[in-house]
């Protein structure tokens, strides 16, 4: 019997309603073993629990009587944060996307569209590869010191040197907190967005998805927004207009088995600084990592 969701991310409302419970903006997933049991409590239950909040609160008191836990699922997203949540699905953990709520109290996914077309967008990759989507993969190019990040299906960022593993899958804090609108207390490490433009990373943004046939997609990306830094560096890497992304799509079966990010690699352009990069994701190979010199 399986009792599966997500928590809130701003610590200050888990501490108000739960931290063993599925909030249900985000969804809640019951098995039908545990709904047959479920539903034979339920009416006496929900007088039980009256007092509480919502009924997803009701829904997990009744369960601890039936004594099954929560099972945390990192897909479920309550979005119980204020501002731009750009941070959050550019560094998505390794796992499913199934749910986003309070898509009206963040900014637009996509920064160029409005809310609907912004889901809209998002959903396009979506319909092509549901398992991909904002599945988070990083590479390097060594010969010009890139550290490329890719949440497929979203953005691209370009950083013009070496980032650790570490440092590309931590969260940036492009949001604030539910309630208080506070920088801290989230249930992830989150990591600033620095104010020197010359640590920020040139971003682009998902343009448009294809079938690329063979059982391929590609994924084209833009440059959003502008970067103030001077440095030569970031001369070069401001060239970069678009990322192209080939990948195969994503076989289900793998969620079966314990998770692991996907690898990449740049494919062209070793020598200066081309207006397209191309990059590959793909299975990562035996014994891989990705770890900077």
């Given at each position: 019997?399986?009792?599966?969701?997500?928590?809130?991310e701003?610590?200050?409302?888990?501490e108000?309603?739960?931290?063993?419970?599925?909030y249900?903006?985000?969804?809640?997933?019951?098995?039908?073993?545990?709904?047959?049991e479920?539903?034979?409590?339920?009416?006496?239950?929900?007088?039980?629990?009256?007092?509480l909040?919502?009924s997803?609160?009701?829904?997990?008191g009744?369960?601890?009587?039936?004594?099954v836990?929560?099972?945390?699922?990192?897909?479920?997203?309550?979005?119980?944060?204020?501002?731009?949540?750009?941070?959050?699905?550019?560094?998505?953990?390794?796992?499913?996307?199934?749910?986003?709520?309070?898509?009206?109290?963040?900014?637009s996914?996509?920064?160029?569209?409005?809310?609907?077309?912004?889901?809209?967008?998002?959903?396009?990759?979506?319909?092509?590869?549901?398992?991909?989507?904002v599945?988070?993969?990083?590479?390097?190019?060594?010969?010009?010191?890139?550290?490329?990040?890719?949440s497929?299906?979203?953005?691209?960022?370009?950083?013009p040197?070496?980032?650790?593993?570490?440092?590309?899958?931590?969260?940036?804090?492009?949001?604030?907190?539910?309630?208080?609108?506070?920088?801290?207390?989230?249930?992830?490490n989150?990591?600033p967005v620095?104010?020197d433009?010359?640590?920020?990373?040139?971003v682009?943004?998902?343009?448009?998805?294809?079938?690329?046939?063979?059982?391929?997609?590609?994924?084209t990306?833009?440059?959003?927004?502008?970067?103030?830094?001077?440095?030569?560096?970031?001369?070069?890497?401001?060239?970069?207009?678009?990322?192209n992304?080939?990948?195969?799509?994503?076989?289900?079966?793998?969620?079966?088995?314990?998770?692991?990010?996907?690898c990449?690699?740049?494919?062209?352009?070793?020598?200066?600084a081309d207006?397209?990069v191309?990059?590959?994701?793909?299975?990562?190979?035996?014994?891989e990592?990705?770890?900077?010199p």
């Open positions: 019997m399986y009792y599966i969701g997500g928590n809130s701003s610590v200050e409302q888990d108000i309603h739960s931290y063993t419970m599925a249900g903006g985000g969804g809640i997933a019951i098995s039908y073993p545990l709904a047959a479920l539903v034979k409590i339920l009416d006496g239950c929900i007088d039980r629990y009256d007092k909040y919502g997803d609160q009701k829904i997990q009744c369960l601890s009587e039936i004594g836990p929560l099972t945390k699922e990192l897909g479920f997203h309550q979005l119980d944060i204020r501002g731009n949540p750009y941070g959050l699905l550019a560094a998505h953990p390794v796992t499913p996307l199934v749910s986003l709520h309070h898509l009206d109290y963040v900014e996914i996509f920064p160029n569209l409005n809310p609907i077309d912004s889901v809209k967008k998002l959903v396009s990759g979506y319909k092509v590869d549901p398992g991909r989507t599945q988070h993969s990083f590479c390097y190019d060594l010969r010009r010191n890139w550290s490329v990040s890719v497929w299906g979203y953005t691209v960022q370009l950083y040197f070496l980032v650790t593993a570490k440092k590309l899958e931590t969260t940036l804090q492009t949001f604030w907190t539910w309630k208080n609108w506070d920088t801290r207390l989230f249930t992830f989150t990591q620095s104010s433009p010359c640590e920020r990373s040139v682009y943004m998902l343009d448009r998805v294809e079938n690329g046939g063979g059982g391929e997609t590609l994924t990306y833009k440059r959003y927004g502008e970067n103030d830094c001077i440095r030569s560096d970031y001369t070069h890497a401001l060239e970069v207009e678009v990322f992304v080939s990948a195969p799509k994503f076989n289900p079966d793998l969620w079966n088995k314990a998770p692991r990010r996907q990449c690699e740049i494919i062209n352009g070793t020598e200066g207006r397209v191309q990059v590959q994701i793909r299975s990562c190979n035996g014994f990592s990705v770890t900077p």
